[in-house]
């Protein structure tokens, strides 16, 4: 248990998080139920757990990535200013790999990642494309675009 002093003898006590707790709160981050397994295992652990978890609990997952989808995803990857991974000494994740987080989530086809590839006026969403498309696709699909 986590204890917040007040005053002298006052104290408020917080409990940590139960695995029940979590295991509700990943519900909502929960992979698409027309998702296919890729390399044998869920979209989604292609990412490391940690790495994961941090996304989960970033700002920009909860307010910019809940509930988007394929076409809503193309107007965050507009908005993308760098790529990266996690940055700074407690390894926050960037803003990109939120949304590769999202896209392992959604699972879209190959159609529409290779229009995100093909297209020439974002170079971010093309990145975002070609590092989906390399975590998730067949070497004969990689080497075919």
């Known amino acids: 248990m986590y204890c917040l002093r007040l005053k002298s003898n006052e104290s408020l006590f917080f ?10 709160m990943s519900g909502l ?3 698409s139920a027309s998702a296919e397994s890729v390399h044998g295992t869920n979209p989604q652990f292609l990412i ?6 941090k996304i989960y609990e970033t700002g920009y997952w909860k307010q910019h990535c809940f509930g988007l989808n ?3 995803l193309l107007e965050k990857a507009v908005d993308l200013k ?12 960037t803003n990109f790999i939120c949304l590769v987080q999202k896209l ?3 699972q879209p086809e190959m159609d529409i990642v290779k229009e995100y590839i093909e297209q020439t006026d974002f170079k971010y969403l093309t990145a975002l494309g070609v590092f989906y498309l390399r975590m998730v696709g067949k070497s004969a ?5």
Request: aromatic fraction near 10%; proline fraction near 7%; charge should be negative.
């Open 104 to 106: 392992l989530q959604l």
């Open 141 to 145: 699909d990689i080497f075919s675009i």
């Open 29 to 31: 981050n929960a992979t």
């Open 82 to 93: 760098y790529i990266g991974g996690t940055y700074g000494p407690l390894a926050q994740p």
């Open 70 to 72: 394929e076409e809503t």
């Open 15 to 24: 409990p940590q998080r139960t695995r029940d707790e979590y295991l509700i």
């Open 48 to 53: 490391e757990k940690i790495t994961r978890l």
